[in-house]
């Protein structure tokens, strides 16, 4: 039996692919929505592979990818997202991400890149591809994104983040999140440093732009 674990916030998509995968005889699924209880399953539970969601609101897909690695380092997780790739795919790899499928797929294509996942071969759509080698081909993205490396964005960040984005003094940001002024000028110049900016507006729209926020933010 190939035991299959959803990580997705959006109950109602990871319903409808727990009965897409157990329409398979040999294929059982598990949902879990809430991020903060997804070490606690995997250490009680054994799994053959991972559907990780890539945006969430408390934990991004990478960063989650990360902590699971660290629990279970020989952990087969694909991607399973409606969003582009090609803005965070290297950041995905080096996480330790080992294949994507769309929100959008067919049961057949779930399936096949499920089963492929776990004979460790990789399931790549055209679509996808020709974006890569889009990208590729452009020294300028190539350079930014090597130059982000591993970066991601703590949960902590990401809340801070989602203040600005409502336009939010560092006072108020404080107030909400229940800690001082000063921790949040802390996370703001450490933001900045990661991102290679100099203000919160810059900070947000680059945090964005390469997906470094949940999409409870983003919207």
Not at 27 to 47: C, F, G, P, Q, R
Not at 145 to 158: A, P, V, W
Request: glycine share 6%.
């Amino acid at each position: 039996m190939i035991n299959v674990l959803i990580v997705d916030d959006h109950p109602a998509i990871g319903q409808g692919t727990v009965a897409l995968i157990e329409q398979e005889e040999d294929m059982k699924a598990t949902i879990i929505i809430d991020v903060d209880k997804v070490l606690d399953a995997i250490k009680e539970n054994s799994y053959d592979i991972y559907l990780i969601d890539l945006y969430m609101p408390k934990i991004n897909g990478i960063e989650l990818t990360k902590m699971i690695l660290h629990v279970d380092p020989d952990a087969i997780i694909l991607i399973y997202t409606g969003f582009d790739l090609v803005s965070h795919y290297n950041l995905l790899i080096e996480a330790g991400v080992k294949g994507f499928i769309s929100k959008t797929a067919t049961q057949e294509q779930l399936i096949t890149a499920i089963r492929c996942g776990i004979r460790e071969e990789a399931v790549i759509s055209f679509q996808l591809l020709k974006q890569l080698r889009r990208v590729d081909s452009e020294p300028s993205t190539n350079k930014i994104e090597h130059n982000l490396g591993n970066m991601t964005l703590s949960s902590k960040e990401q809340e801070i983040l989602a203040g600005v984005s409502k336009g939010l003094t560092n006072k108020v940001i404080a107030m909400d999140l229940s800690i001082s002024q000063r921790t949040i000028e802390y996370h703001l110049t450490k933001i900045f440093s990661k991102l290679g900016v100099s203000s919160r507006t810059e900070a947000l729209l680059k945090a964005k732009e390469f997906g470094l926020l949940s999409q409870q933010i983003v919207e």
